[in-house]
């Protein structure tokens, strides 16, 4: 199983990334998916998640407003459009993966990806 995530970059305040995750080796159609980050000295935490038909989608409220989770079960990749990036978004991006009609949390996700770089400058 892999989670290949990417889309990471260096940009200014108040612009646009877009991040993709491209899953090998499980049917993505199956598993809860989300989007975590952790900065430098600080936990793992959570951005946003989507379930298995994309129906429902939940955000951090540090978040909510500005990104976008999707996904894409056909071409095995979920997407976190980020717009209006402020400084404060700056950390390492991981995608996650768990089995069934749930969502990811940190403590409990079956597989991560291996992270994109998000870093905002002001």
């Known amino acids: 199983v892999q989670l290949q995530a990417s889309g990471g970059g260096s940009v200014q305040a108040g612009d646009s990334l877009r991040l993709s995750c491209k899953v090998s080796?499980?049917?993505?159609?199956?598993?809860?998916m989300g989007w975590f980050r952790q900065a430098p000295g600080k936990e793992r935490e959570f951005v946003a998640v989507?379930?298995?038909?994309?129906?429902?989608?939940h955000y951090a409220d540090s978040v909510k407003g500005r990104f976008t989770i999707s996904r894409d079960n056909a071409n095995n990749t979920i997407y976190l459009q980020m717009n209006s990036l402020k400084p404060e978004d700056t950390a390492v991006y991981y995608c996650?993966?768990?089995?069934?009609?749930?969502?990811?949390?940190?403590?409990?996700?079956?597989?991560w990806g291996q992270g994109t770089q998000v870093t905002v400058s002001s």
């Open positions: 989507i379930t298995i038909t994309g129906q429902m989608t």
């Open positions: 996650a993966a768990e089995f069934g009609n749930t969502v990811p949390v940190v403590s409990t996700a079956d597989y």
């Open positions: 080796g499980l049917t993505l159609s199956k598993y809860g």
